[in-house]
Structure formats: structure tokens, C-alpha cells
């Protein structure tokens, strides 16, 4: 009798299955990355407060952050920055060195969600060039935020590791509070109902 193979999916809130290592947009429900990325802990939970700082709170920041940069950005870019950590809400969050450590393994099923999530919600298969090195710009801008502001660091080594933003931290400091996860879960799907609209409207 042959042995069954490890089983690859999750079953999620929503009743669907996502197949981590062939996912399907079919699968894929925002109602499930939302309630995930808010019940997922930035810095393994390493940070002040009485609450996570979440990946859905990260992301909403990232977001915010592309816009601070460049405030003519298409709506579609918009919308990649904040599902730029969508896999998360299955695959966790993993810090850098662990990442590293790891290899392309992880990174080939991280991509492998996010391609299907931006299938699933109209978005380019593969994210263009120029809106990759704008969204890692805005995340690690938001790591040496995080960091200074969360997680323990001295701004001289989140400057070593992060760089140091050019950016105006005041209309930022509202997304820097932990909060619950479901209002996190609230806050970013509110989020991308906004964004999805305006990338909808023909205007």
C-alpha cells in the first residue's frame, strides 16, 4: 500500500482550500488574506504594546508609504503595495535571516501565491520591474519605521540594516499604534475596497 502524500492545502474561514505548492485564484478570497496578515505577528511579535503589530498594519504602512514617495501612483501599483505580503496569511511572516537561511524554496512558493492572488484580483501576473523597486523601497522604508518605533533599534543600526527613509513621518504615525487584530483585519479591507473601486472606475 503506497503511502498518501503530505497533504499541501489549508482550509480557510471562507471554506476554500488553497493548495500552497499549485494555488489556484479560485481559491483565493481577500475576506482570508485580511483575517490572516491581522493574526500575523511583523518581528515574530517582538514589539511594544499591548497588542501584535500585524502584517495587514505593515501593509497598510507600505501603502501609505509608496504614496509618500510618489503621490501620482496608479491605483494598480497602490493596490500591489498593499497585497505585497499577501502569501503571508498562509506562509506566516519570516524574518530576513531566516529567509536567508532558508533559500529559494520559500521564495518559489511565496511567489506562487502571489501570483495567483494577483490573478485572482485582475492585477499583472508578475509584478513590473518599476513597481517592484518602488514597493521595496516603501517596505524597507517601513522596516527602519517599524524598527525605531517597535521593535528595539537605535536609529544608527536600523540605519545599518534598513537605510534611513527621506520621508515625512507625520501623516504616517496613525498606522504605527498596534491595534486589535480584528480592527487591523477591518482597516485593510476597508483598504482594498477603496482601492479595487478607484481601479474600477472609469473615470
Same mark, same amino acid.
Given at each position: ?65 509608496? %504614496?509618500?514617495?510618489? #503621490? ?5 501599483? !497602490?493596490?500591489? =503595495?498593499?497585497?505585497? &505580503?499577501?502569501? /503571508? ?48 523601497? %516603501?517596505?524597507?522604508? #517601513? ?5 525605531? !518605533?517597535?521593535? =528595539?533599534?537605535?536609529? &544608527?543600526?536600523? /540605519? ?44
Amino acid at each position: 500500500m503506497s503511502a498518501q502524500p503530505p497533504r499541501a492545502w489549508q482550509r480557510m474561514l471562507s471554506g476554500r482550500r488553497l493548495d500552497l505548492l499549485d494555488p489556484s485564484p479560485l481559491d483565493v478570497e481577500i475576506e482570508d488574506i485580511a483575517h490572516g496578515l491581522a493574526r500575523v505577528a511583523r518581528w515574530n511579535g517582538q514589539t511594544h504594546g499591548p497588542h501584535i503589530f500585524s502584517v495587514a498594519q505593515h501593509s497598510l504602512l507600505v501603502e501609505q508609504v509608496m %504614496a509618500a514617495f510618489d #503621490a501620482g501612483l496608479p491605483t494598480r501599483w !497602490r493596490m500591489m =503595495g498593499l497585497l505585497h &505580503d499577501a502569501p /503571508e496569511y498562509v506562509i506566516g511572516d519570516i524574518i530576513s535571516p531566516f529567509k536567508a537561511a532558508v533559500g529559494d524554496s520559500y521564495k518559489s512558493v511565496e511567489n506562487r501565491i502571489l501570483t495567483a492572488i494577483h490573478i485572482r484580483f485582475s492585477l499583472p501576473h508578475q509584478t513590473p520591474i518599476a513597481a517592484q523597486r518602488l514597493i521595496k523601497k %516603501a517596505d524597507t522604508a #517601513a522596516a527602519y519605521i517599524e524598527a525605531t !518605533r517597535l521593535a =528595539g533599534f537605535g536609529a &544608527d543600526e536600523a /540605519e545599518k540594516f534598513f537605510g534611513r527613509p527621506a520621508i515625512a513621518m507625520r501623516n504616517l504615525e496613525h498606522l504605527l499604534e498596534p491595534i486589535p487584530s480584528d480592527h487591523a483585519e477591518d482597516l485593510f479591507l476597508k483598504r482594498f475596497q477603496e482601492l479595487q473601486s478607484d481601479n474600477e472606475d472609469p473615470s
